[in-house]
């Protein structure tokens, strides 16, 4: 199997960061989860992966967030976009960008090497693949974890925080993102935007996420497909403070 260049995201919002101001910093990739910088959990994971040829990790700040990385020669800290759209459309229309591509975000601290070979293997030779667990099973792992759902015939999933890009023609689907960058966590605004028809059958659930990625996937002319992780933990980012207190007993093996 070709080796996986990996994307991580630690840009910052505009304006000041409460998150990050309630554990002593200004930046949220730099909040300390189990005593080391969040960025650190999902730069490690992906370098200690076989699947992993090379790291990139895109900030507002690469000063900062490099001196909370290990110093490894697979491993560069580069400034990011304003924005994840632009940022991944910059990356995607590098012409020195090596493909396939798997993208992440500094603020998923329980990604592990299992989660990584579990979804490069599912994501081979696609144009686009997301990372998705399941409701049931995160449940049953976590019960009464609150996560932004979208449902489907035949189940309900929360994002990973994993997508994998295997070509240019990817940024297609990066224009939509764009379209719904400051909704992506209103599930039924990310829906609406890929068309009245998919709206319609997830709203009254006539179609699988299957049958719908691929519906979407032949309107682009892309090969769209759901990688749903056999680790539902995959799905637990970091992302307020009861998400951080979450991953620590996870870390800790208290919960």
Request: net charge positive; charged share 20%; with cysteine.
């Amino acid at each position: 199997m070709k080796g996986w260049t990996a994307i991580v995201l630690a840009g910052s919002r505009p304006g000041p960061d409460a998150f990050a101001a309630k554990y002593g910093t200004d930046l949220k990739a730099l909040i300390p989860v189990g005593g080391i910088p969040m960025v650190a959990r999902p730069v490690n994971a992906l370098l200690i992966s076989p699947h992993i040829i090379a790291v990139r990790v895109l900030s507002q700040q690469p000063k900062r967030i490099a001196e909370a990385l290990p110093s490894n020669s697979r491993l560069v800290v580069a400034p990011s976009g304003t924005t994840i759209a632009s940022t991944l459309e910059a990356v995607l229309a590098d012409p020195g960008t090596k493909f396939p591509l798997l993208v992440t975000t500094a603020d998923h601290a329980l990604l592990s090497p299992s989660m990584i070979a579990d979804f490069c293997r599912q994501a081979e030779g696609s144009d686009l693949a997301i990372g998705v667990a399941e409701k049931r099973a995160l449940r049953a792992r976590l019960p009464g974890t609150k996560r932004t759902w979208l449902s489907f015939r035949g189940g309900s999933y929360s994002g990973a925080n994993l997508f994998a890009f295997g070509s240019p023609a990817a940024s297609k689907a990066v224009a939509l993102w764009r379209s719904v960058e400051q909704d992506r966590k209103k599930g039924w605004r990310m829906i609406a935007a890929l068309g009245p028809a998919v709206l319609a059958g997830a709203v009254l659930k006539l179609r699988t996420l299957d049958q719908t990625l691929a519906s979407v996937g032949k309107r682009m002319e892309l090969d769209i497909r759901k990688v749903e992780l056999a680790d539902p933990l995959a799905a637990v980012d970091v992302d307020k403070p009861a998400d951080h207190a979450l991953a620590t007993a996870i870390l800790e093996g208290r919960a």
